[in-house]
């Protein structure tokens, strides 16, 4: 090869080698770490150091943690490192709180404000206010929707709810004055003294026949005044003995306890009933068409203590003969039985072994909290019942009030929220009453008014 041909073939190759080894400096420090400045073999050893650990290195997460020696600080460096400080723009609204994270940022919003920017301003929602809804209150898209119980419709503010008919549910008619009726209590026994409804979770032995619906009942009440508990129903027997309550659901439905169905061989209803001594003609007389126990009812405990009734013929609705409406289960979750009180109403005894009422009795009772209520009974509370009562006041529900209706009041309706359960004894101290929680069976009532 001669003198000028290998000349030429070298800086050819001078070229080709420098594009391949000149790189940019950002490519280059990728390939070509900087010495450690301390570079020796007890460099792990030391303290972190910024400079050491993030400006001579590349920086990572290990090497963060060395320097911060604290989670929450090194999340927070490398956040920062990897995708910058994305709160520099102020994304939470409404006095939100942001937090950088890896990648993005996570907003904590005030009280009253949701969203991933706190953008969602709660009280457009359901869950302060009930979203202004007067019924039922639910959210699409963001935005709260109203809907109303059976037979009503929803106003063109499309937050009322509205009805055509005479005789709706929930509604109270009545307005006259409490004094017409007034109650005189009967020491001496009636025929309703024969009565034993007690039933024992243990096969009514004495030793734990406490456990009962004797507490199912109401002591030191008030006299419910004609319509004004338009709902209740009076369950008879075979002798015309009453012996439990109902709520009426609609004009073919009667709502019981299922611990009453096997009380009689045969039940007959009666409506509109204020006095059982006075004929008022005001009150109406049914025939049971079907009895329908929840087929989970366990009597020796209660679970799932719920039964339809239904009527051989259709109600006729007048002032006293009012259905109660039947809510939705998260309505009466999240609203109604956040209320300060329900009310209780029927028939049973004034006093724990006394004698039963011959008027409709009615009681306003507080509803307690499910650990308070866990906590002063004995026995198990599924989450399938709740309490209300008082813990000193002896106020209470009572043997022969059992299947009876526990409603609760929401701005101008009544609402079916509880059905008189069981008890131990009848307004004793530091004990409730406890009332299978309608809200748990919205479904399964739905269901079997439909089917039947």
């Keep these: 090869m001669t003198p000028f041909t290998q000349t030429c073939l070298l800086l050819l190759l001078l070229s080709w080698v420098g594009a391949e080894v000149f790189l940019q400096s950002q490519d280059a420090s990728q390939v070509l770490n900087r010495r450690r400045r301390a570079n020796s073999p007890f460099e792990e050893f030391r303290s972190g150091n910024m400079e050491r650990e993030c400006v001579e290195e590349r920086c990572d997460r290990e090497e963060a943690r060395e320097i911060f020696?604290?989670?929450e600080k090194t999340v927070i460096r490398v956040s920062l490192y990897i995708d910058g400080d994305a709160c520099v723009s102020q994304p939470c609204i409404n006095h939100g709180v942001c937090k950088d994270g890896i990648p993005g940022y996570t907003c904590f919003c005030r009280p009253g404000f949701q969203g991933h920017n706190c953008e969602i301003v709660i009280p457009e929602l359901c869950e302060?206010?009930?979203?202004?809804?007067?019924?039922?209150?639910?959210?699409?898209?963001?935005?709260?929707?109203?809907?109303?119980?059976?037979?009503?419709?929803?106003?063109?503010?499309?937050?009322?709810?509205?009805?055509?008919?005479?005789?709706?549910?929930?509604?109270?008619?009545?307005?006259?004055?409490?004094?017409?009726y007034i109650y005189r209590q009967h020491e001496?026994?009636?025929?309703?003294?024969?009565?034993?409804?007690?039933?024992s979770v243990f096969n009514n032995t004495a030793e734990t026949n406490d456990y009962d619906e004797s507490s199912s009942r109401i002591v030191n009440g008030e006299q419910c005044p004609p319509g004004?508990?338009?709902?209740?129903?009076?369950?008879?027997?075979?002798?015309?003995?009453?012996?439990?309550?109902?709520?009426?659901?609609?004009?073919?439905?009667?709502?019981?306890?299922?611990?009453c169905m096997n009380q009689s061989r045969s039940i007959f209803v009666i409506l509109g009933e204020i006095d059982t001594k006075v004929n008022e003609s005001r009150e109406a007389i049914h025939e049971v068409a079907q009895v329908l126990t929840h087929k989970q009812y366990v009597r020796e405990t209660y679970h799932n203590d719920i039964a339809l009734i239904k009527l051989q013929k259709p109600i006729?609705?007048?002032?006293?003969?009012?259905p109660a409406c039947l809510p939705e289960a998260d309505f009466a979750e999240k609203v109604l039985m956040r209320e300060d009180y329900g009310m209780v109403s029927g028939f049973g005894r004034l006093r724990e072994g006394g004698v039963q009422s011959t008027v409709l009795m009615r009681l306003s009772v507080p509803y307690i909290s499910r650990a308070v209520c866990i906590e002063s009974s004995k026995f198990k509370v599924t989450n399938r019942m709740f309490c209300a009562g008082y813990d000193e006041e002896e106020k209470d529900a009572c043997q022969g009030d059992s299947g009876g209706p526990h409603v609760t009041r929401y701005k101008s309706t009544w609402f079916v929220t509880g059905v008189v359960s069981w008890g131990e004894g009848c307004a004793r101290k530091g004990k409730y009453g406890i009332y299978t929680q309608v809200s748990k069976y919205i479904p399964w009532i739905r269901y079997v008014m439909k089917k039947f």
């Design 188 to 199: 001496n026994g009636t025929k309703n003294d024969n009565v034993n409804g007690t039933n």
């Design 128 to 180: 302060k206010n009930n979203g202004d809804c007067e019924h039922f209150c639910n959210v699409e898209k963001n935005k709260v929707r109203c809907s109303c119980a059976d037979g009503y419709y929803l106003g063109d503010d499309g937050k009322s709810c509205r009805s055509n008919e005479v005789f709706k549910c929930g509604a109270i008619k009545s307005k006259k004055s409490r004094s017409i």
């Design 316 to 322: 006729k609705f007048t002032p006293f003969i009012l």
């Design 69 to 71: 020696e604290n989670e």
């Design 228 to 259: 004004e508990c338009p709902w209740q129903a009076l369950l008879m027997n075979e002798q015309d003995v009453g012996f439990c309550g109902g709520t009426i659901l609609n004009e073919y439905f009667i709502l019981t306890a299922a611990h």
